[in-house]
């Protein structure tokens, strides 16, 4: 693990190429817990971005973070979300050609285990699931959308996402969902947390 300046206040914690998202969520998580004087711990893939508040003195969170208890990566956290999909996505049967699987074998492995938020994408709301069935993960779209609908659910490489709102996208498209993934009259406006697990459902 390499501390790093980030600015005058913050630090940046490279958890290193072994380390995966879990384990970067999993941290941020416990120094949220245990670490005073953070402002925020945002996990990334493998790295966690440490905001301190001005009368923080960033050498101390050096030594606080030698004493870090970090949980097992991948135990639950805040809770579970379920959010019901419809499989009606334009690449379903691109991902099934590309996973060897039917589609109707696709939205099984999709929905039937447990996804877990491990960190904040490129929109607010947007959060990187892992923790799916291996046999789920397929490239980017070779030409991105220049338009992707607020609701799509998605692959990409080892994770699943939901879009939150209208925006360019690569990911393979499976699905959709009326689940509202941002809401500025919510608390918080984010409706999944890192450590968050996910359950997707098939609509009725």
Request: proline letters at 9%.
């Amino acid at each position: 693990m390499r501390v790093l300046r980030y600015g005058d206040r913050a630090l940046l914690v490279d958890l290193g190429s072994e380390a995966g998202p879990l384990a970067a969520a999993a941290l941020a998580r416990a120094c949220r817990e245990q670490v005073p004087g953070l402002l925020d711990a945002t996990p990334a893939a493998r790295t966690v971005l440490l905001a301190l508040d001005t009368r923080t003195d960033p050498s101390e969170v050096r030594r606080r973070l030698a004493e870090v208890r970090v949980d097992r990566p991948g135990a639950a956290a805040a809770g579970l979300v379920r959010i019901v999909v419809r499989y009606d996505g334009p690449d379903l049967a691109e991902v099934s050609e590309l996973t060897g699987l039917s589609p109707g074998e696709v939205v099984r492995r999709h929905t039937s285990g447990t996804w877990q938020v491990a960190f904040g994408g490129f929109a607010p709301g947007f959060a990187y699931l892992v923790g799916g069935d291996p046999a789920l993960a397929v490239p980017r779209r070779s030409e991105p959308r220049t338009s992707v609908p607020a609701g799509s659910v998605a692959l990409a490489g080892e994770y699943s996402a939901v879009y939150p709102r209208p925006s360019p996208g690569g990911w393979q498209l499976i699905g959709t969902t009326s689940a509202r993934l941002w809401d500025l009259d919510r608390e918080p406006p984010a409706l999944l947390q890192p450590g968050d697990r996910v359950k997707f459902e098939v609509t009725a």
